[in-house]
Each structure stands twice: as structure tokens, then as C-alpha cells.
């Protein structure tokens, strides 16, 4: 499964290479990414690289659940629990006994559930509603999000305690912006991917076409980029792809109007102009890297590969 996981930038191997680390063991593990950047496929591949491959794998998506139904989703319930219960249901967490639940935009729990999945966290224990005894299961839990979990935290939303729970491991995916190196791999693998799919002749890039391509910012990150390649491939198999085949999203994005940093005449050294920004974001947060990272718009991978390059402490 790390297969599908596509790309050869410094930040995105470090975070492989934790990944694969983590997969072996059974540590509750939080992936951290904006949408579109491969959360789900993570986890599956931490999944099938786990001691319970074998067992079963039960994806729930938080933000489709009902608030009325979560509980009885997660938990299960007993007949006759509330209107409607015309019978037992297994909840998710029972029905994964063994195996693994990944949780996908776990932020989006109602407040009132987080309790109670803490509480699972901390004792292996469940309750389905209506039912008045415990239960024990043996379950790992992956869960996602594509949320700033600290603010949320602020807000009241998320529980700081269940935070704490949830990112015994923390995986950060780098959106694809950061990652500029790796879109023209992915490109050639998709389209390639796609023309077998389909059977037909592969298209290529010219080389305007892949410029830009390469400049775009892809805020839909992998997934838009996938998209992308899959219209293309069935749309002009077997050509050479011109600029003006492009998306007009992608053909007509608007420049940045003014630049954020003016070059001074005499240029700088930009190797000291990173490091300087990097021990000023330390020193700002007092040495926490993920709010560091968070201030300089990289990944904590990626400030942690660029802090040992430079050999910040």
C-alpha cells in the first residue's frame, strides 16, 4: 500500500519513513492534512502494514454522520433504545474487534461523543445505547483530520484531553504546494496509471504544458492533480498535450499582484534569510516546532529536515 503513496521530496519520505516505522506497532495515530493530500490512503497502508492486516478495517466518516445517529453508529445500540431502534446494531467499534477503525475528520464528533470515545480510548470499553453493561474490545484507532485541532481546542469544539489521546503519533501529509518537485512523478504515474485503466494510448505533456503545470498551486492538492490526469488521459489519449488542452483554472490563474518580500539590489544569501526565519519562529513559540512550522507555512517534517540541514537545535 506505501506504493500509492507517490513522491520523492525530502519532506514527503521523512514522513514514509515515520509512517513506516509507526505501521508495525499498535500506537493510536493522528494524520494531520489539508483535503485531497492522501489521508485515507495513509492510514490504509498503515493498515495493511500492521500486525492486524489480517483483521478487520472499518472506516467511519465523521463529518457524514448524523449528530442524532453518531453515537449509535460508533457504539451500536440495543432495540427499543429510541424511536426507530427496531433492533440490535452492531456499532463500529464491535464490529472492527481485533482490527482497526480509522476515523476520518474526527474533529467533526460532537462534543458530547468525544467523551465517550475518550473514554474508549483510555479503558478498551463500550456502551451501546440503551444497553446497561460494558463491554471490552480490542481496537486501534487511526483518525484524520484536515483541521487546525488547536484552534478548535480554543474554541471549545475539541476536547484537549481526546487531542492529546489521538496524536500519540502525529503523521502531517505536505500539501502538494510544498512539495513542487514531486508533481511532475505524479503526473507520469497517473497518466500511466490511467491509459492502462482505461486501455488507452498514453498522452504526454509538451514541455509549455508542463511548466505550467508545475507552477500551478493545486489547491485541491493530489487528488485535484489525479483529477485532472484522468480527464486528460481519456480526453486526448494517444496526444501530445498542449498548454491550451490545460484546465482554465489551471490556464488562467492570476498572478500574485505584489510580491511578499521585495529582493534588495544587491540580492541576498538565501540559505541565512531561512535560517534566520527559522530560529525566529522558535524563539517566538518557544521552541514548539509544530506551531513553528505552522507559522512558516511548512510541515513539521519539513521544518525538522531544513532545521538538521542547517543545524538548528
Given amino acids: ?51 492486524r492486516a489480517d483483521k478487520p478495517f472499518i472506516t467511519l466518516n465523521c463529518a457524514a454522520l448524523p ?61 451501546p445505547v440503551g444497553e446497561t453493561q460494558t463491554s471490552r474490545v480490542n481496537v486501534r484507532i487511526l483518525a484524520a483530520t484536515n483541521s487546525n485541532l488547536q484552534e478548535k481546542i480554543a474554541r471549545g469544539e475539541f476536547r484537549r484531553d481526546l487531542y492529546y489521546r489521538l496524536n500519540v503519533v502525529p503523521l502531517e501529509i505536505p ?12 503526473l507520469q504515474h497517473f497518466m500511466r496509471q490511467f491509459a492502462e485503466e482505461h486501455r488507452l494510448p498514453e498522452a504526454s505533456f509538451s514541455k509549455v504544458a508542463l511548466n505550467r503545470l508545475s507552477a500551478y498551486h493545486w489547491p485541491g492538492n493530489v487528488r485535484e492533480l489525479r483529477n485532472v490526469c484522468e480527464r486528460l488521459s481519456i480526453l486526448l489519449a494517444g496526444r501530445v498535450i498542449e498548454e491550451n488542452n490545460l484546465p482554465s483554472e489551471i490556464i488562467n490563474r492570476v498572478p500574485v499582484q505584489k510580491p511578499l518580500f521585495d529582493l534588495p539590489e544587491l540580492g541576498i544569501d538565501l540559505e541565512k534569510v531561512e535560517m534566520d526565519l527559522i530560529r525566529q519562529a522558535l524563539n517566538r513559540t518557544n521552541g514548539n516546532r509544530s506551531r513553528s512550522a505552522r507559522l512558516l507555512g511548512i510541515s513539521r517534517d519539513t521544518l525538522l529536515y531544513r532545521m538538521q540541514k542547517y543545524g538548528i537545535s
Fill in 1 to 51: 500500500m506505501f506504493q500509492r503513496l507517490i513522491g520523492q521530496s525530502p519532506n514527503f519520505e521523512a514522513l514514509l519513513r515515520s509512517a513506516r516505522m509507526v505501521a508495525a506497532t499498535d500506537v493510536t495515530v493522528l494524520v494531520v492534512g489539508e483535503t485531497g493530500t492522501g489521508k485515507e490512503v495513509l492510514a490504509q497502508a498503515l493498515q495493511q502494514h500492521s500486525p
Fill in 67 to 127: 449528530e442524532s445517529l453518531a453515537e449509535s453508529e460508533l457504539f451500536g445500540h440495543r432495540k427499543g433504545a429510541f424511536t426507530g431502534a427496531i433492533g440490535n446494531q452492531l456499532g463500529r467499534l464491535q464490529a472492527a474487534d481485533s482490527g482497526t477503525v480509522f476515523l476520518d475528520e474526527v474533529d467533526s464528533l460532537p462534543v458530547a461523543l468525544q467523551a465517550k470515545l475518550l473514554r474508549f480510548l483510555e479503558t478498551g470499553e463500550i456502551q
Fill in 175 to 186: 500539501p502538494l504546494r510544498e512539495r513542487m518537485g514531486d508533481i511532475q512523478v505524479l
